[in-house]
């Protein structure tokens, strides 16, 4: 088992829904062919460095994974039958230096997802608190006088 990166790009033309589900499909194609996710970062929509099939704008999504090397074939095969991505690149680490670095990017992957979970923790609880009725005192009304015709 080898550690690898992949990042894909999806067509921007589909609905969040859609691109949720195209990015479950293509974690699905890794582990069904014995991968082990490790981290998963999104990126979100990018503008592209070039316009590709008339794509100015693209989903980014990174994928960190183990997999053995025999597995990366089909894949990769799997990701260019798939009309939703534009482009993907994968990207092995091999070296101790290179799967030193893969390690700190799955720490950071995994803490920018903990801290995206605890702000919307946060959140949902805000409203909580607004939704708590406050009962102001109010002043007594006093008369102006009646002004001397």
């Known amino acids: 088992m080898r550690n690898y990166e992949n990042l894909v790009i999806v067509k921007p033309t589909l609905t969040a829904e859609e691109i949720q589900n195209s990015i479950k499909a293509i974690e699905e194609i890794i582990t069904s062919n014995g ?21 100015e704008r693209g ?4 994928i960190y994974s183990t997999i053995a090397p025999a597995a ?39 803490k920018a997802a903990a ?22 005192e109010e002043a007594p009304a006093t008369e102006a006088p009646a002004a001397a015709e």
């Open 59 to 62: 989903y980014y999504h990174v």
């Open 72 to 110: 990366i074939t089909e894949i990769e095969r799997r990701f260019r039958l798939n009309e939703e991505l534009i482009r993907f690149v994968t990207i092995k680490y091999d070296t101790n230096r290179e799967i030193t670095a893969w390690n700190q990017l799955v720490e950071k992957a995994n």
């Open 35 to 55: 991968g082990e996710i490790a981290a998963t970062n999104q990126m979100g929509m990018r503008k592209l460095a070039y316009p590709i099939d008339k794509n």
């Open 115 to 136: 801290s995206k979970i605890e702000a919307a923790a946060k959140a949902e609880e805000a409203p909580k608190a607004e939704e708590t009725p406050v009962v102001a």
